[in-house]
C-alpha cells in the first residue's frame, strides 16, 4: 500500500496487512506521518515539556451523585 506523509508530502509504500494499512483503510481520520516527521514532532514536544510551560487541559466532567 502506498501512503503519503501528510506534513512533507514524501510517498512510501507500507505493508498491505500490517496494523496501520488496516487502521488508515478504515478509519479515513487517522492520517500518515513519514518517521522522519514522526521523530521531529516527538522532539518538539519533549523540548516543549522540559519548558515546564507546557499544559495539557482535560476537559471537566461533572461528578454525578447517584454513582
Known amino acids: 500500500m502506498q501512503v503519503k506523509c501528510t506534513i512533507c508530502d514524501q510517498i512510501e509504500s507500507i ?6 494499512a488496516k487502521r488508515l483503510r478504515n478509519r479515513r481520520i487517522h492520517m500518515y506521518l513519514c518517521n522522519d ?3 521531529r514532532i516527538e522532539e518538539k514536544t519533549l523540548q516543549r515539556h522540559a519548558t515546564g510551560k507546557f499544559r495539557l ?11
Open 57 to 67: 487541559y482535560e476537559e471537566k466532567k461533572a461528578a454525578n451523585d447517584f454513582i
Open 15 to 20: 505493508e498491505d496487512h500490517c496494523f496501520e
Open 37 to 39: 516527521c514522526y521523530d
